[in-house]
């Protein structure tokens, strides 16, 4: 895909594994990349639109995203 934002996403160009830990793997080397990342907002808002459930997106660990779903659903009900 040409054009979105993916092409800027710095964990393809560093390290996409770290991105999704194993079951009580730490996210803290992904979030870390996200923060430096120019594209964390449209990856965040792209993660909860499409209720990514699995890896750390937008710099927000599996939980956090799950929360955020979740809060977002409530708004719209
Ligand atoms: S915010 Fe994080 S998960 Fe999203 S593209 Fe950037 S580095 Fe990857």
């Not at 895909?1 to 730490?26: K, R, V």
């Not at 750390?56 to 659903?73: D, I, P, T, Y």
Request: net charge negative; hydrophobic share 30%.
């Amino acid at each position: 895909m040409t054009g979105s934002w993916e092409d800027d996403a710095l964990c393809a160009q560093t390290d996409p594994e770290a991105h999704y830990p194993e079951p009580g793997g730490t996210s803290r080397d992904a979030k870390r990349t996200c923060l430096a990342c120019e594209v964390r907002p449209e990856c965040l808002e792209y993660a909860i639109s499409t209720e990514q459930r699995f890896g750390v997106w937008g710099g927000v660990s599996q939980q956090e995203l799950r929360r955020l779903v979740q809060a977002r659903h409530g708004e719209a009900a």
